[in-house]
């Protein structure tokens, strides 16, 4: 299954919450009070964070952190990069020769452009939107639909014994 780490998960809400006032210098026990996370955990998370150019610090008195740029401009697939680094749904995703059996695979290829798919998917959705900022959020109803249906077990016509029937 693909899933984001629980870190990756608190980073995007520890963006989201500094998305939701740019313009103000947030510290991390005020970060840690406002989401319910641990302080120790926001510290790594923002210096995590800073170091791959999505928040910036302020030293001193009243000093903090803010994002470094707009959160219309931070994508998700930069956040999976920051935290997990780039995705890969196999080996062969991430260039030649990391895989042993590359050469005679009949699939990698397929992989491929599944991993540029989804990173693309990524690439076009913003921190704004994941915060709740941006108000045009795409609907996406045939992912909607697999979603159920993979919650379910499988679309309808499956689960049935045989592939839906075309009308």
């Not at 791959?52 to 030293?59: D, M, P």
């Not at 909607?144 to 919650?151: G, P, S, V, Y």
Request: hydrophobic share 40%; charged share 20%; glycine share 10%.
């Amino acid at each position: 299954m693909l899933r984001i780490s629980k870190l990756t998960d608190y980073a995007t809400v520890i963006l989201a919450m500094l998305a939701e006032e740019p313009v103000r210098v947030q510290t991390a026990a005020a970060l840690s009070e406002r989401t319910h996370v641990a302080g120790p955990t926001v510290s790594k998370l923002l210096k995590q964070l800073q170091r791959a150019g999505l928040v910036s610090s302020t030293r001193g008195l009243h000093g903090g952190y803010q994002l470094a740029r707009p959160a219309t401009e931070i994508s998700a697939a930069s956040i999976l990069d920051a935290l997990e680094g780039p995705l890969a749904l196999t080996d062969c995703s991430v260039g030649h020769g990391q895989c042993g059996i590359e050469e005679t695979c009949r699939v990698g290829r397929a992989w491929q452009r599944l991993n540029l798919a989804i990173r693309r998917s990524l690439h076009e959705v913003t921190l704004a939107q994941l915060a709740g900022l941006d108000p045009v959020q795409p609907h996406l109803p045939v992912v909607e639909r697999e979603i159920k249906f993979a919650a379910r077990g499988g679309p309808p016509g499956l689960a049935r014994g045989g592939p839906p029937r075309m009308r």
